[in-house]
């Protein structure tokens, strides 16, 4: 483990909404941009032959509303940090935010309701409130875009396009924070991290397998009774982090997409989906969280804490072990709160455990994907949809992810290297954590393209010494992938169908006794209620459930040929 400084230079991955858009005017050092993405007739963006003329974007003032279609999603006030105050000032751009007001689903009802749509909406590939915008023809179909404007065209993969596009031969959507076959950099923001100074005062001990990580979680809990041993991050949707890490551990292409809200065991072998009771892992997963929450080494309130709670407790120290989502985030912030006093404090990365008698090798948690996180799609209320592609085209470029991830030119950086990463300036050389944190860069953030990790991987490596942590933890754990997930995309059961219904009861019941069998009192117990729960799942129609998704699994891996 590494135990030098890191000065941290970037902000963290961390998916935040909106938009931005910039063209780096400072000098360079070798190459400003990666040569222009062509598509297949030969187009460059903004120059392409046929449909109307439309200029540059920064040119002339472009203004449009959006909406994130998230309970936790809330304007946050376009133009108050320097990289979107750039964008008004020097690409005439602005963006009216509109909020969920905490209940997207209410608020998106209210909009079907009054017929009144934004612009924009940034919502889940698949959901029910992007297939009613489709069946009631509220979208602008962009397949003209995507020949004309081809940077977006050509970062995405040709078997994720495909994927893409509806039923009907019409593309509604901009995938956000997609990867490619192509992109030797992956990121992901979750993994294991251990609090360095507790790892150095109980000498280093090896940490490779689950029986490890046991035996150092009671050293902990003997000589800090104030610190958490193992921090489990918040429960989204019934599912802890923690569970899923645990449960890869057993190698073999385990995965965290298998623990979902409903748990399924993929045969990469015959492409069949089949139950996840017929998986020793999972009940051995179990048993072991079981034990280490009775012996009080992990997380007592994991199902109820909130991400403040997390924040407070990582910011000062009194965690020893990590092992949730977005930890290069919450790890980069502490990170930076512990070191401004004491260099050596903060949190480092270790190499994902293995479950006793299985090669640390063989564990690949991971799943890669090129559809991305989310989608933004442009409705039809949009006055001038070409130029609000356009914006989302030069936004998945060099030009926009350096925007994202460092800010505007002039600001921490005059200048490039022959990567397209930027060069820290005198002020960026000098400026404390604080005063970074307080630049709030990377607050806007609309499009993800993988060329956000290219640029942070070169600009990493441009100075080890001040690497940003959050980035490197990404990497790291990120290699730990080797299957693409975009074969799964889209495996739902409309929850409208009777086995919709039937998924839904499945889900709350599964959810309810989860939680049941880690706060188990014995091993027994654990018995009686995983029995208990196998046996009411498949009453409910689990292998039904099964049955279905396999076959929307095939479907897709046709699509992918």
């Known amino acids: 483990m590494r135990k030098k400084q890191r000065l941290v230079l970037m902000t963290s991955i961390i998916l935040v909404f909106s938009l931005l858009l910039a063209a780096c005017s400072g000098s360079t050092k070798g190459n400003n941009e990666t040569p222009a993405v062509t598509n297949k007739n030969g187009n460059e963006q903004q120059t ?63 909009m079907v309701a009054a017929k009144e749509f934004p612009d924009v909406i940034m919502l889940d590939r698949g959901s029910a409130e992007y297939t009613t915008m489709v069946e009631n023809n509220l979208l602008v179909p962009l397949n003209e875009y995507y020949e004309k404007y081809p940077t977006l065209r050509g970062l995405i993969d040709d078997s994720t396009f495909n994927l893409l596009t509806h039923k009907d031969g019409n593309i509604y959507v901009m995938p956000n924070w997609f990867d490619s076959e192509k992109n030797p950099f992956k990121y992901s ?65 385990r995965t965290i997409w ?149 800010g505007p030119p002039g600001l921490l950086y005059d200048e490039l290297d022959e990567n397209g990463a930027p060069i820290d300036n005198e002020y960026a050389k000098n400026i404390t954590a604080e005063e970074k944190v307080k630049l709030q860069i990377g607050l806007y953030n609309p499009m993800g393209s993988w060329l956000f990790y290219k640029i942070g991987h070169f600009k990493n490596a441009q100075n080890p010494e001040t690497a940003d942590w959050g980035n490197e933890a990404s990497e790291f754990f990120g290699a730990r992938a080797n299957i693409n997930a975009d074969q799964f995309n889209d495996v739902r059961i409309d929850p409208k169908s009777d086995l919709g219904i039937a998924q839904e009861h499945i889900k709350l019941y599964w959810f309810e006794q989860s939680a049941k069998m880690i706060f188990a009192d014995s091993e027994a117990q654990i018995d009686k209620i995983y029995e208990e729960l196998e046996r009411e799942v498949v009453k409910l129609g689990y292998e039904d459930l099964l049955k279905e998704r396999t076959e929307m699994w095939r479907s897709n891996l046709e699509k992918m040929k």
Do not use: C
């Open 258 to 406: 298998n623990i979902g809200d409903i748990p399924q065991r993929p045969n990469y072998e015959t492409s069949e989906l089949e139950s996840i009771f017929n998986d020793p892992a999972f009940k051995e997963t179990i048993v072991y969280m079981n034990k280490l929450y009775r012996e009080g080494l992990i997380t007592q309130d994991m199902f109820t804490q909130k991400a403040e709670q997390v924040t407070e407790k990582l910011n000062t120290g009194r965690v020893a072990v990590t092992a949730f989502s977005n930890i290069t985030g919450f790890g980069n912030t502490a990170n930076k709160v512990l070191q401004a006093n004491d260099p050596e404090a903060g949190y480092d990365y270790i190499p994902f455990l293995a479950a006793p008698g299985v090669d640390p090798e063989t564990v690949y948690p991971h799943t890669f994907g090129t559809l991305g996180w989310n989608i933004n799609v442009i409705t039809t209320a949009a006055k001038d949809p070409e130029r609000i592609f356009q914006f989302y085209d030069w936004f998945a470029s060099e030009e926009g992810q350096r925007l994202n991830a460092f």
């Open 48 to 110: 392409a032959e046929g449909s109307k003329e439309v200029p540059p974007f920064g040119e002339e003032p472009l203004e449009f509303s959006f909406y994130s279609n998230y309970d936790f999603s809330s304007p946050f006030g376009f133009g108050n940090d320097p990289s979107t105050k750039w964008l008004q000032e020097e690409k005439k751009f602005n963006l009216i935010e509109i909020g969920s007001n905490g209940n997207a689903k209410q608020k998106f009802g209210t």
């Open 189 to 253: 923001n979750t993994g294991w991290t251990v609090n360095k100074t507790i790892y150095r005062e109980l000498g280093e001990p090896k940490l490779t397998n689950l029986d490890e990580l046991y035996n150092y979680l009671k050293q902990v809990k003997e000589k800090y009774p104030n610190v958490i041993p193992l921090e489990t991050g918040i429960t989204i949707n019934g599912v802890n982090m923690l569970f899923k890490l645990i449960y890869t551990s057993y190698g073999e292409n």
